[in-house]
């Protein structure tokens, strides 16, 4: 019998644009963004969310940021949302299909497994930042295990996924890293709530030393779109917004599931210091589509997760 032959033209792929290629790029790090990132403390990955995933981010935290709750802190001017947290999960009041799709999407998990050097992780906190034009404030200087260790997290081995969600520049209050301060350890921290959110500061006189013999330290700006990878104890601030654009970050904490957070007397509230143990499993790529399916119901195991008693103060 003869075999039939199709007059159609092949399906041709359509052509990857710049920003494909990067974000298919950035799944496996290289030897030299490794040793990068051990070096200076964090790294950048250009362009790794789409513009289009950007805007379903903003869509969400526009609608998260009028809800009334507790998973929500607010500027001490102006009432607006200065952090939102807990978006990546499946329940609570900030719950995101969005954002459970994208801190689960393999482009990003991989990177930080390579960092982390582990495969069992599960995430801290997540942290959206909406420093908003004008009402924005301050982030003074310091590491973030200064607050995690008081969490009860045994070891400074976690690293958080800040994601770009408009462009930050040095007038709107971008972020700013002093390279290679990782290296000093876990420096001590006092405690500081000048701006509406309690959190552990390098007191003065030990920044300015450390300053003295630092690299300047580098405004961390990009494209909408761009995530950065740096350690839980590189030393980093930012300053007020002066402008008239917003700038808001999303900050995805990833720890070893090895490394989770010992009884502590007064543990926080589980929306800052999860108690969801369970070893995050990579999801899709396509982010959009595996928001528009919404969350898969698993996710959660009841023997991973401490007792409610520990969960609350
Ligand atoms: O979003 C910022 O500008 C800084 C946030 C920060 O340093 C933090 O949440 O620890």
Sequence with gaps: MQQQTSTQPAPTQPALTEGDRARLKATHLTGAQLAEYRRDGYLILPDLF?????????????????????????????????????VHEADGPTRSAV?????????LLDPVRQVLA????????????????IDGSVWQWHQDYGSWQRDGIPEPRLTTALIMLDEP???????????????????????????????????????????????EPVPIVGRPGTAVLFDCNIVHASGHNLSRHDR????????????????????RPDYVRSVNFHPLQPG??????????????????????????????
Excluded at 99 to 107: L, W
Aim: aromatic share 8%.
């Design 99 to 107: 954002f459970h799709a994208a801190s689960r999407a393999p482009r």
């Design 169 to 215: 520049t040095e007038l709107n209050g971008c972020l700013y890293f002093i390279p290679g301060s990782h290296r000093e350890g876990s420096l001590e921290a006092e405690f500081n709530d000048a701006t509406g959110y309690r959190f552990y500061v390098v007191p003065k006189p030990r920044l300015i030393e450390l300053m003295q013999r630092s690299p």
């Design 248 to 267: 808001w970050q999303v900050y995805v904490v990833y720890n070893p599931v090895a490394n989770r957070p010992k009884p502590v007397p007064s543990p």
């Design 50 to 86: 789409s513009p289009a995933e950007v805007a379903a981010m903003k869509a969400e935290l526009a609608r998260i940021q009028r809800i009334d709750t507790d998973h929500l802190v607010r500027e001490k001017t102006g009432g607006v949302a200065k952090t939102i947290y807990r």
């Design 118 to 133: 582990d495969d069992a992780l599960y995430i801290h906190h997540t942290k959206c930042n909406l420093k908003t034009a």
């Design 284 to 313: 899709s790529d396509d982010i959009l589509a595996a928001a528009a399916a919404g969350i898969a119901p698993a996710g959660r195991a009841a023997a991973m997760t401490a007792p409610a008693a520990e969960v609350r103060r």
